[in-house]
């Protein structure tokens, strides 16, 4: 059978109309991160001492991976890196997809791959070849190097900007599906009024995460972005007012109540971000963003992929899921850690070293686009999908 969205019935019925579970949607979609984040701050708040430990370093290059914490890694790696490779075999599963895609599945790549292979070819070595490949990497960012320092920088502040988009337009998506799943369809009004929440927290993300960005030095960005920051309490508490006054408006038309569900994502985009300007200087606490983000996400890819199994064999048992996600999590170690691992530990080329990490950056930015595109929710195919294991009304 054709594992094309569009080929997916529903086929299998639940009493709960839900994606997974009510309570499991609740948890994955920022129940979980909100617990956790509630966790988060009572120990910030009680031990200041610890906290100072994660604090950034004046200078970006004495700035240290994240990795080095060990809770920060693991969870990128069984939840980070998995989700960014689930919409990759969302999107590439059939020429069909591709096709369909393909600024997502051929050009947005393509451009991206020829844009770092002129960084590579621009990469000025730095003149002590003898020191760790480690310093030659840091020295490349912490100076002019030319056109590859350009590019680098310039890459990752679009990852940072474009990540604040795609977390929360995803989250916008999510409102809308719950919303949906009980039979709620937002006016046009209301979805202004709700959406206008994850709006100001994508400007909440760019601005606090651009404010101390270890690659803008310059005074005139420092105290731009710092001056801005000082505004978005007040862009947050307007926007808070107006998606409570959204959800009313959508509860008086329909007279329906609003699933929990459906304002839980909105709800969590405003905790993670209150967050992040309690203690921005934090290093690796945008990750507390990050990580919550793939949770929502990855329970989106994998109903999709057991849906798309469920159609195919009703009796399928969760094996196979199971089993996906493992080889995710292998497939994310193997992309995202071990290429840099191999290059530090055995002191090899710095071309190489900047080449996985241009990767890194390449893959983040390729990912938010897609996205884009596949769960657009003009994407009526995908919908359908997601929600094939649901009863017709």
């Not at 451009?111 to 030659?136: G, K």
């Not at 474009?162 to 719950?178: D, E, I, K, S």
């Not at 595109?373 to 003009?378: A, G, N, R, V």
């Amino acid at each position: 059978m054709n594992n094309d969205p569009k080929t997916v019935s529903a086929s299998v019925k639940y009493a709960k109309p839900a994606i997974w579970h009510p309570v499991v949607d609740f948890l994955l979609v920022g129940g979980a991160s909100i617990i956790g984040g509630i966790v988060l701050i009572v120990w910030f708040t009680n031990n200041p001492e610890w906290v100072s430990g994660f604090v950034w370093g004046p200078r970006k290059d004495n700035v240290e991976n994240i990795n080095r914490f060990w809770l920060f890694w693991y969870l990128a790696l069984v939840i980070s890196y998995p989700h960014l490779l689930a919409s990759y075999r969302i999107l590439y599963r059939s020429k069909a997809q591709i096709a369909k895609f393909r600024w997502s599945g051929i050009y947005v790549p393509c451009i991206l791959l020829a844009v770092c292979i002129v960084s590579l070819i621009a990469l000025v070595v730095p003149a002590e070849t003898s020191q760790d490949v480690r310093l030659q990497y840091a020295s490349v960012l912490s100076t002019n190097s030319g056109l590859a320092t350009y590019i680098f920088v310039g890459l990752s502040l679009i990852n940072v900007v474009y990540l604040g988009w795609h977390y929360n337009l995803q989250g916008w998506r999510m409102t809308a599906t719950f919303a949906n799943v009980q039979g709620i369809q937002f006016s046009s009004r209301e979805q202004r009024m709700i959406k206008s929440g994850f709006l100001a927290m994508v400007l909440t993300h760019a601005v606090l995460l651009l404010a101390y960005s270890p690659y803008l030095d310059g005074e005139f960005f420092k105290k731009g972005f710092s001056t801005l920051t000082l505004w978005l309490p007040m862009v947050g508490g307007v926007a808070l007012i107006l998606g409570t006054l959204g959800f009313y408006s959508a509860y008086q038309r329909t007279g329906k109540r609003i699933p929990i569900n459906a304002i839980t994502p909105w709800a969590a985009s405003f905790f993670w971000y209150y967050i992040v300007m309690r203690w921005p200087a934090v290093l690796g606490i945008a990750v507390v963003v990050q990580v919550a983000h793939a949770l929502q996400y990855l329970s989106f890819t994998n109903r999709i992929e057991r849906n798309l199994q469920l159609a195919k064999n009703p009796r399928a048992n969760v094996f196979k899921p199971v089993l996906l996600m493992l080889v995710l999590i292998l497939c994310g170690y193997l992309v995202f850690e071990v290429p840099s691992q191999v290059v530090v530990k055995n002191n090899l080329s710095l071309h190489l070293l900047f080449a996985f990490q241009l990767l890194v950056l390449a893959v983040n930015i390729h990912h938010c686009f897609l996205d884009g595109e596949i769960w657009k929710q003009s994407n009526l195919e995908m919908q359908q999908t997601l929600l094939a294991h649901l009863e017709e009304r």
